[in-house]
């Protein structure tokens, strides 16, 4: 598959801290931090689900983020934020948001994705690096998922 179809494809990206560190994340704090980037973001917080790992409550999300909106899930418990129906650039795009708005200053992010996890992927560190960087990592990523030929 050519550079240009990875580039298309979508999946659900998953960044977290790494074991034993933490974002303090809070579903109010990750609110006001969507506000500031979108006035007009939607957040909704919903009670345990049994289909989802960690059993603690849940925030749905949806907000622009440059010329597209982002839409995805955050949890206290495993502590993480998801999005869904991700390119690989616009994963990219949002891991520099997340880094400069959710994640404390030093804080480090590692990532996976629902092909990754399927494919019994680790998660992997998100270094500090342009976006061009991240959208080669991330590229990396997905070839490695495998289950593209």
């Known amino acids: 598959m050519e ?10 990206f998953i960044f ?3 074991p034993g560190s933490t974002w303090d994340l ?13 006035p007009e973001a939607f957040t909704r917080t919903e ?15 949806e907000a622009a983020l440059g010329d597209d909106d982002i839409e995805g899930m955050a949890k206290r418990d495993p502590e993480g934020v998801a999005v869904q129906n991700c390119t690989v650039p616009r994963a990219a795009e949002f891991v520099e948001w997340l880094r400069a708005s959710v994640v404390p200053q ?14 019994g992927l680790p998660d992997a560190l998100v270094p500090t690096a342009s976006e061009a960087e991240l959208v ?9 998922t495998g289950g593209l030929e």
Not at 4 to 12: D, V
């Open 47 to 61: 009670d345990p689900r049994d289909d989802l790992p960690g059993g603690g409550p849940f925030m749905f999300f």
């Open 16 to 18: 977290t801290p790494p």
């Open 3 to 12: 550079r240009s179809e990875l580039e298309k494809l979508e999946t659900l």
């Open 26 to 38: 809070t579903f109010t704090r990750l609110k006001e931090l969507l506000l500031a980037l979108d």
């Open 136 to 144: 080669d990592l991330f590229l990396t990523h997905i070839v490695q």
């Open 106 to 119: 030093g804080g480090v992010i590692t990532f996976n994705t629902e092909w990754g996890l399927e494919s």
